[in-house]
């Protein structure tokens, strides 16, 4: 069986690439570290003491051994690169990988530092020449080792970054992922209620059966649309609040009494789809409604928050799901840093939801 392959390998960032051991990258840092090498050691004659004829008689192999140690001392650090990439790879254990990265660096250093003084000190250092040339090639060796470090320490900077982002993304992945599945908790409940509202109705009264079938047809549709929705307008949810509100309306007659209080300039705040339904439909579900005792509901804005309140008169039993405001304080999680705000004393029942 063969498999197409519709996805194009990506070549890695240039930073993220490791060095190469390809004969033209082979080639180019040997010139580069060897032109630094060179020119590192004409300064060092330059700003030091020493005498002209001993300058003009500095022997070959001095530049070639300082050439090859510094090159060396690089190449070695590429390896150790590499190595440690192997084995600890950035982001994972970053600390020791720092820790193993930076005290190798400067063993190496010592020890380029050392092989490099052991030819050139004979040649090059008088009593008062010695302490600059110590220093000029320390400051070489610095000077190429940040260099190569550099690079890796960018390296590594840029994959801890980029893993990060990557991580970022996941977390918001998971909570879309969450919150849908949040939501699509709401269909079947909203479902459920209303099929046994309309079961109710056409055993008791059919002719009310044709009329809250029709405004159920309305109200599901609002909720088949906006399922996909992580806003809505406060002016939709408004008017389905009023339609849905129709629906309990037609059973519970005047059992149940709706008051608002909504300005224009309102209206064009958003808020989590359905969320008055289920505010609605939990005052409805937990207290008796009836003429005697109707349930009274109050939904205005204050200060940037919808608040839907109700008057308490709760039932004995009552079948509930635990979908209701737990499931309400999750989406606003997902969606803002403002909480949902519950409180209730004997007598009233408050929630208060943040406009986004």
């Known amino acids: 069986m063969k498999c197409k392959q519709l996805h194009k390998k990506k070549k890695p960032e240039l ?20 032109l630094t090498a060179v020119l590192i050691l004409r300064f060092i004659v330059l700003v030091t003491k020493i005498p002209a004829h001993l300058d003009e008689r500095i022997p070959a192999f001095i530049y070639v051994v300082v050439i090859i140690i510094f090159n060396v001392a690089v190449e070695l650090q590429i390896v150790l690169d590499n190595i440690l990439e192997k084995f600890l790879p950035v982001p994972t254990k970053l600390k020791l990988r720092l820790f193993l990265q930076i005290g190798v660096s400067i063993i190496f250093l010592i020890l ?11 040649k090059l250092s008088t009593e008062e020449s010695r302490p600059s040339v110590i220093l000029g090639m320390v400051a070489g060796l610095i000077f190429v080792q940040m260099v190569a470090n550099s690079l890796t320490l960018g390296r590594m900077t840029r994959k801890w970054l980029n893993s990060q982002e990557v991580i970022a993304k996941m977390k918001r992945e998971k909570l879309e992922m969450d919150y849908n599945s949040l939501q699509d908790q709401l269909n079947p409940h909203f479902l459920f209620n209303n099929l046994s509202v309309l079961k109710s109705l056409i055993i008791y009264d059919p ?3 044709v009329g809250f079938t029709e405004n159920f047809t309305d109200v599901y549709r609002y909720v088949l649309q906006s399922k996909n929705k992580r806003l809505v307008k406060l002016k939709e949810e408004f008017d389905f609040m009023k339609a849905y509100y129709a629906l309990h309306k037609e059973r519970l007659g005047d059992g149940l009494l709706l008051e608002y209080d909504i300005s224009d300039e309102e209206l064009d705040k958003e808020i989590a789809p359905l969320t008055v339904q289920l505010l609605i439909e939990n005052a409805i579900k937990h ?26 008169n709760l039932r004995t039993a009552s079948y509930s799901t635990k979908t209701g405001l737990g499931n309400l304080v999750r989406r606003y999680e997902m969606l803002t840093d403002k909480e949902v705000v519950i409180q209730y004393d004997e007598e009233m029942f408050e929630v208060k939801v943040p406009l986004l």
């Open 207 to 209: 002719e009310v059966a």
């Open 287 to 312: 207290n008796i409604a009836s003429k005697e005792t109707p349930l009274k509901l109050k939904v205005v804005v204050e200060r940037d928050y919808l608040v839907v309140t109700n008057n308490l």
């Open 112 to 122: 380029a530092h050392r092989f490099i003084m052991y030819f050139v000190e004979p």
């Open 15 to 34: 930073e993220l690439r490791l060095p190469s051991y390809a004969p033209l990258n082979i080639i180019v840092r040997f010139a580069i570290i060897s």
